[in-house]
């Protein structure tokens, strides 16, 4: 299944969106657009998908995502989730505005968009206060508000960079067959899931499933497979106390302890227990 294509409304009275989406409308199936996305989170948290990028999030974060990056943002369990999401296109200043030499910072944090941008450090709480009044703003000043947060990213580079997949056009076939698999594992990484399985899938034999998959996405396919397991695990570990490590081990798909341990400190360089942890205390 590719991605959806997903159409922007625009008014009369606007050149880009910022609006509120809450759920029920929060939820959105993997799909891409040309507009760029500025989003923060201001209820809810949950796991990310970004190209090739299996993450978290929480109130607070801020992701600037390219033109045509595919994603989705999977809210945990029945909890209230929010955001408000600025779209723009690349163009919508004018098709002179980013051949300006004054540009120049700017041009270059779109590139960098393509990957997909996780915000951080002071900038993430600047942006905060800027992308709230930004949804708010009439006239002119959404324009020189939005300009602020581009600016803001394109000078203090405070932010990491997400996914390693290449942003192909739409309609290319290699596009295609690389979203039915995440669409595929999204929606069935709680069980087990066979390589003979999604490489029929792919309409491919397995030797040939594990090149194209280590070609398209730089990583091998389990190793995809484990990160959004292990995105999964995180969040049961951090909403519901009394699950144990043991639960949330094969509650996110993995059938051993000591492999689910392994992997867990792989992706996150530390102990399911000392993550839980850690988490508790930064709620205190």
Known sequence: MKPLIEQLPLSDN??????????????????????YELILFTEGAGLSFIGNYVGEFEVGDVFFLGANVPHTFKKSGDVITSAIVVHFREEFWGNEFLNLPESKEIRHLLKNAL??????????QLLNALITSLEKEKGFRRIITLCECLD???????FDTLSTQEVKEVNNKNRERIDRIFHFTMENFRESIQLSTIARLADLSIPAFCNYFKKSTRKRYIDFLNEVRIGYACKLLTNDTSITIEGA????????IANFNKQFLKVKAMTPSKYRKVFSLRQL
């Open 152 to 158: 803001l990213l394109a000078k203090q580079e405070e």
């Open 115 to 124: 990957h997909g941008l996780k915000i951080k450090g002071k900038s993430k």
């Open 249 to 256: 081990c094969y509650e996110s798909g993995f059938s051993t």
């Open 14 to 35: 606007t050149s880009f969106v910022a609006r509120i989406h809450r759920t029920p409308n929060f939820e959105v199936n993997w799909h891409q657009h040309i507009e």
